[in-house]
């Protein structure tokens, strides 16, 4: 995920990391949003986590790095044409 990360920051540059307070560049900040989703994760027994408009990627790879995270399958659903057709390229 954090070649996704680095695509999108090339795309929009140094203002990346500060676009919404830094709420999805910055763990510490993003924080309370994924201990939430971990929550109803443990609750719902999902088996998929699909993250629309999920952009670079980052809060999925925030959850990614959870214990419980093991064996769900995280889908990072975005309409970007840029990140869409690098990640065509690579399938």
């Given amino acids: 995920m954090n070649k996704q990360i680095n695509r999108e920051e090339s795309v929009h540059g140094e ?8 709420y999805f ?5 993003a924080l309370p949003f994924v201990e939430r989703a971990r929550e ?14 999920g952009g670079t ?8 790095r959870q214990e419980l995270c093991e064996g769900l399958t995280l889908v990072n659903l975005d309409c970007s044409d840029v990140q869409l057709t690098s990640r065509a390229r690579r399938h």
């Fill in 15 to 22: 203002k990346w990391g500060k676009l919404h307070g830094g």
């Fill in 25 to 29: 560049s910055d763990p510490a900040i």
């Fill in 40 to 53: 109803l994760l443990i609750e719902s027994h999902a088996d998929v986590v699909v993250d629309l408009g």
């Fill in 57 to 64: 990627g980052f809060l999925l790879s925030q959850l990614a």
